[in-house]
């Protein structure tokens, strides 16, 4: 009998403890109980001959008939074959010695370009010239080591085309080509191999070091954040606070002003009521003793009675009660409403500030490049208005105050200390920081596009854009460009266009101007360091010229 029929096909020896799954395949209980364990996870349970599936793991129950069979043959000498010199399955790298049924290779060797079974293996450690042999791990790619041209085994590399050959080819295909032995190619590439794992390493060690200090970094940010954070609301509270107990501090003086005030008139109103009284009275009793005097004819009588009858208590003085058109308390709202006014314009201010600290805090990263497409600038599109409180009264806007129009007649606005007076201009009422990107489209004569700082003055010649070191104009009309600052001018070259955009990345002091049409060209950089938040800015040409702030998509 074929004693293989009796192996299992997992450890390939005898059956041990024989169990049969439902298929009908055999195999020795711990073997295929140490399958099913690694497909547990999977709750699904198969046979790993013929892949049958078993939705429940199913029950293992010796094969005591194929256990004792297995027994016997055991007694009568039938002894299971080493797993090593067991036959070779379909996978497995097969001997190229044996003949019928092969056995599974042992060793390859690279000078004979065969495979061997461990028997057919041993002359390679007895035999001299064959100890001399190269034995490898069995392969089922030897032929690939032979020269498909001349029917050699490939121990040359040639470098110059990049490929093996064997000992005849530097004499024609590769005639004077840099040659090597194939041990002395691998050396060198195993050498590479070498360096570039030794790079690699390295590389992991560095980038390993940049994770901690980013870790570092980000476990700095969270603390500086929070407690920032925590300071923040602190002050605020107080300032509320502040304002809560000063708003109880007017309240009480009102009241307390009111309550003296109340208390006065109230005074003299009794006062004057009990004037009142005593005047009735007095009148109660002329009006009985002149009637009763009207029919007396002693004239004599009536004389000696009238200083009694006309002698009155000091009438209250009326000029003290002065009734005049008075405001009583509104002018506490009015002075309420200027110190409203004044804080919103610090809190504005400073939280334009504030807004700017943040967005600097800095970390270890590296900026961004500056954008090269129109998409790229569309990232950092902002939506931009004007501030009527900072338009000349010949600038009239319009649009949601994203165009501004140059008009012959003034236009009323109310007085405001950020209002320009002698140039038709205008900033926008949102600050300016980290990137930013917006376009404006002008028509007319021309128009200044540019940024400047709140500071910049509202009168004379230092508020004209450019004139000054407080802003940066791009002076555009139908013939030239024209960069100003600092009442310097520089020529700018470029196509024209009615539409114009800006790039501003505040923290590193970069920003650009752009000729925006199908493409876009740039006009001019500017690279500084600017020290406030910016605004952007307009200025008219002449009347009836317009530039509107585009929303770009």
Not at 167 to 187: F, I, W
Not at 258 to 268: A, F, G, H, I, N
Request: glycine residues 4%; neutral net charge; aromatic residues 8%.
């Amino acid at each position: 009998m074929d004693q293989t029929k009796f192996c299992c096909s997992f450890c390939l020896d005898l059956l041990k403890d024989p169990v049969t799954i439902p298929c009908g395949h055999s195999y020795c209980m711990n073997c295929i109980k140490s399958f099913w364990d690694e497909e547990e996870k999977k709750k699904i349970y198969s046979c790993p001959q013929c892949r049958q599936t078993f939705t429940a793991r199913p029950v293992l129950e010796k094969n005591t008939m194929l256990a004792d069979l297995v027994e016997e043959l055991k007694k009568t000498g039938l002894q299971a074959a080493p797993a090593d010199h067991c036959y070779a399955g379909p996978e497995d790298v097969t001997c190229d010695v044996c003949t019928g049924r092969k056995m599974k290779a042992f060793k390859s060797c690279l000078v004979c370009l065969a495979s061997y079974c461990e028997k057919h293996l041993q002359p390679h450690y007895d035999v001299a010239p064959l100890k001399k042999h190269k034995l490898v791990e069995p392969s089922k790619k030897l032929q690939d080591n032979i020269c498909s041209r001349h029917d050699e085994v490939m121990k040359m590399f040639c470098r110059t085309d990049q490929q093996s050959i064997c000992y005849l080819c530097p004499v024609d295909d590769h005639k004077g080509h840099d040659t090597v032995s194939a041990a002395a190619e691998r050396t060198e590439r195993q050498r590479e191999l070498e360096v570039s794992r030794q790079n690699i390493q390295q590389r992991i060690q560095d980038r390993e070091k940049d994770v901690k200090l980013l870790q570092q970094e980000v476990e700095a940010i969270n603390q500086s954040a929070d407690q920032t954070v925590e300071d923040s609301e602190k002050i605020f509270t107080e300032l509320i606070h502040l304002i809560q107990k000063r708003s109880s501090d007017v309240k009480q003086q009102i009241r307390s002003q009111q309550e003296t005030e109340v208390s006065r008139v109230k005074e003299l109103e009794e006062k004057l009521e009990q004037e009142i009284t005593e005047l009735e009275r007095k009148d109660a009793e002329l009006k009985q003793l002149l009637k009763q005097l009207s029919h007396t004819e002693d004239h004599i009588q009536f004389l000696h009675n009238y200083p009694s009858l006309s002698a009155l208590s000091e009438s209250t003085d009326s000029s003290s009660i002065n009734i005049r058109p008075l405001s009583y308390f509104e002018d506490v709202t009015a002075a309420v409403s200027e110190v409203r006014d004044k804080l919103q314009d610090i809190l504005r201010e400073g939280w334009t500030n504030i807004s700017l600290t943040v967005t600097e805090v800095d970390v270890l990263l590296s900026d961004p490049p500056e954008p090269k497409t129109r998409e790229g600038f569309l990232k950092y599109s902002c939506e931009i208005t004007l501030d009527p409180n900072t338009a000349n009264s010949h600038v009239l806007l319009s649009v949601r105050n994203r165009k501004a129009i140059a008009v012959n007649e003034k236009h009323f606005y109310s007085r405001h200390s950020d209002r320009f007076y002698g140039r038709c201009q205008v900033l926008s009422r949102e600050s300016l920081t980290g990137r930013c990107y917006w376009e404006v489209k002008w028509r007319g004569e021309g128009v200044y596009v540019a940024v400047a700082y709140k500071s910049i003055s509202r009168k004379g010649s230092e508020s004209k854009f450019g004139h000054n070191d407080k802003s940066w104009a791009l002076d555009c009309n139908n013939d030239s460009y024209t960069f100003r600052y600092n009442n310097i001018q520089t020529p700018v070259s470029g196509p024209r266009s009615s539409r114009v955009g800006v790039y501003l990345d505040h923290r590193a002091g970069i920003l650009s101007f752009y000729s925006v049409s199908e493409t876009m060209t740039l006009l001019h950089r500017v690279q500084t360091t600017f020290t406030q938040p910016l605004y952007a800015g307009l200025k008219l040409y002449n009347y009836a010229d317009t530039a509107k702030l585009i929303k770009v998509k």
